[in-house]
């Protein structure tokens, strides 16, 4: 298994990129949307790694966080997703929003993601609620499950006062995975606010 490759990227798009070692071998990884933006301005690299190996194929998916590797696999782990459908939902939502959705149980919001439909949304939340809850612990999620409301409400109201719900959403995750404290929609609101301003 390779865990990580670090080297130039020498190709880049938001799909994937090219990653070239010192020993000039040159590496295709496919990554999602969340890792891009965290590369996008990037030369030099160190991706974590996950391989697929099937019978006609080896295929590289990399991540710039152990969060969003972990969370790939556990997607993985569910009967019917496969590597491009755990990817798609990693370009639609965070490491984080993913989790905060399986603890809440918020079916709808998965829905959300393109080709996700209202049964395989509740499949994911069905296999994946217990495993994460032991992975991360129930007191994490808890502390998730009150980020996902102070979020959702932060979120309406900016949304009603105007801003653009791209922005917002990515100011809000920001702050939010920077955030030791638990804070409340009122706190998230004046956080973004002063970002943004």
């Not at 496969?82 to 993913?98: A, C, K, Y």
């Amino acid at each position: 298994m390779i865990a990580y490759i670090k080297g130039k990227i020498t190709f880049k798009t938001p799909t994937d990129i090219i990653v070239e070692t010192a020993g000039g071998l040159a590496y295709h990884i496919n990554i999602s949307l969340n890792t891009y933006s965290q590369l996008e301005s990037l030369e030099e690299i160190k991706i974590l790694t996950h391989l697929i190996v099937k019978e006609d194929s080896q295929t590289l998916y990399g991540f710039m966080t152990e969060e969003e590797k972990m969370v790939f696999g556990k997607l993985l782990s569910v009967s019917g997703i496969g590597p491009n459908t755990s990817r798609v939902i990693l370009s639609g939502m965070t490491p984080d929003d993913v989790i905060r959705t399986i603890a809440s149980e918020d079916h709808v919001h998965f829905s959300k993601v393109k080709g996700i439909g209202p049964k395989t949304a509740k499949r994911i939340i069905l296999d994946l609620k217990d495993k994460l809850t032991k992975e991360i612990g129930s007191s994490d999620i808890n502390m998730l499950k009150q980020h996902n409301s102070a979020r959702d409400e932060a979120l309406s109201a900016l949304l009603t006062l105007g801003f653009p719900k791209a922005s917002v959403e990515k100011t809000i995750n920001s702050i939010l995975n920077s955030s030791d404290d638990s804070l409340n929609s009122e706190q998230l609101i004046k956080a973004v606010l002063k970002k943004m301003s």
